[in-house]
DNA sequence: ACGCCCTGATACCCCAGGAGTATCAGGGCG
DNA sequence: CGCCCTGATACTCCTGGGGTATCAGGGCGT
């Protein structure tokens, strides 16, 4: 019995994103007729029912719900094949690494003079990206590594090594009367009147509930913040995040936040291996901020 | 630009382990031009050289064996897809948990006892497999839990749990000058004559060098314990390792062994969280062998 | 109640491209 | 010198993926 095809995976992803064989088959390129063969054919090779049809289009099964995620996993692995491959065979490709926009700038800075400094080192790239996206750039082999942030990324699938911890500070409009406080607990910052915190989508996209607004990238979330609409608890060394008008007060008792240097796992290139050795030396004497 | 097909992929494999085109068509039940041309368009699809054809065959350039490495791991992929969705769909499918034979034996039998006590713990099935292999099976899809041990397995692109750490003995026949010893250090038996220690293969399956005899199963090993042709250092519990005729003496020095619970990376599924927590529950309560 | 329309399914045809056979090209080695 | 083993090329064939036209059935508006 033979594999799947990356084109079988590729059609059942477009149907159980759509939940509609039309607009998938339009969104592919193709007529919607082979599309439903396809998708008939696929399943009778799996023995199981993907979708429930329905005269109001098409609705995941259980069976579906693991196709879909495994689906998408093993699209990333083929196309992460593909792009490693042409990189590897540029001789001076440069290395990608992502981080969120704005976070452990000082870190990064560090890490990239001691690059900098390093005779034979690979020329590094560096890639900002919105919250949550390191995951999926560096699982697809868009970037080589990743800075990330523990506990809030998902660095479920890679290698790992701890770089640096730190505690979170609330930030807060100077006028504010906390801001004079030299030091605030997550209970009195939890809900202050007026300065409700921003909500940030879930790893599965969803948002949690409360009264904030809901934010999905930094800008939105600068904004925000620049109006004085709502307040910010964020790792201390995230200093592009300071306002002129805004003081930064230590929150003492909010989760410490580790910055992790992240790379696939399996993944031996020594360029890669020499910047987590970088990275990992520079531990212990980047200065507290 | 399209994705790569897993048609490719597995071609590609199949003359990247070969290292000859005529012996891979073979294998893959193609005839040798189509196979050739094959890789011919995959590399300029790439745009970069995957091997050095030569009259004697053809060898894997640098870029190829970055794509052995990740075809082979897309390829996984792939057939994990098709294998948890096969399982999904089937309403009273066991979970299967693997183990390398004989290890954490004690540890097994009371993750057994306590999910058979568990009212609706769903049914587990035990896959015993030889050193090294359980990382394939999980990372295809045969497996959805594993026991592993650190430092021995490779656990890159799992999530784990530890479960278990204890010291390392030496397994010598009752009638050895050592046998009486109460502790050895790793130096003491590093060159006892006449018993040297067996070579397991690396993970890339090449052997280390030293005297003694090459193993790759259990059964070979066991079988050369019995011979008191070898001598062996492995985790004090693993007691189907004991022989009458054998004692086991601690090595004080040799690292210590983990033994963890390993399970693929983003796999919610209820069943398996619920099967790890049993086995976090028994941390610390085990007792110590 | 009728019929439109939107859903996915079926029937049938076409052709791109994957696979086969036969053959070539070139270098090591007896 | 010529055999043989390697992979490459030339061509032919035909499978199977894709297109168009059409069907089937149920909600819903009139």
């Not at 409360?210 to 609409?229: F, I």
């Not at 709502?230 to 930064?248: C, G, K, N, Y």
Request: hydrophobic share 45%.
């Amino acid at each position: 019995m033979h594999d799947l095809e990356t084109r079988e995976l590729r059609y059942f992803v477009a149907v159980a994103e759509e939940l509609h064989f039309g607009r998938a088959a339009d969104r592919l390129g193709i007529a919607q007729p082979p599309l439903s063969r396809a998708i008939r054919q696929l399943e009778q090779r799996l023995g199981v029912r993907l979708f429930d049809r329905d005269r109001r289009g098409a609705a995941l099964t259980d069976a579906g719900r693991v196709m879909l995620r495994e689906a998408k996993a093993a699209l990333d692995a083929v196309s992460a094949a593909a792009r490693r491959t042409r990189r590897a065979g540029d001789p001076q490709r440069p290395l990608v690494l992502v981080t969120k926009a704005g976070a452990s700038h000082e870190l990064l800075q560090r890490l990239l003079d001691a690059l900098a400094g390093e005779p034979g080192a690979a020329p590094v790239e560096v890639l900002l990206c919105e919250v949550g996206e390191q995951a999926g750039l560096l699982r697809d082999g868009r970037a080589d590594v990743a800075l990330m942030h523990r506990p809030y990324d998902d660095l479920a699938g890679f290698d790992t090594e701890d770089l640096h911890v730190e505690g979170q500070v609330a930030l807060l409009p100077a006028a504010h009367p906390l801001a004079s406080r030299d030091r605030l607990t997550l209970a009195e910052v939890r809900d202050v009147p007026g300065l409700p915190i921003a909500r940030w989508p879930r790893l599965d996209g969803s948002y949690p509930d409360g009264p904030g607004p809901e934010v999905r990238t930094q800008s939105q979330l600068a904004q925000l913040v620049a109006l004085g609409r709502t307040l910010l608890v964020i790792p201390a060394s995230s200093r592009a995040w300071q306002w002129p008008d805004h003081v930064a007060v230590p929150v003492v008792d909010a989760p410490e936040v580790t910055t992790v240097i992240a790379w696939p796992p399996g993944s031996r290139s020594p360029a890669v291996a020499s910047l987590v050795r970088t990275a990992a030396a520079l531990r212990g004497n980047v200065a507290e901020v």
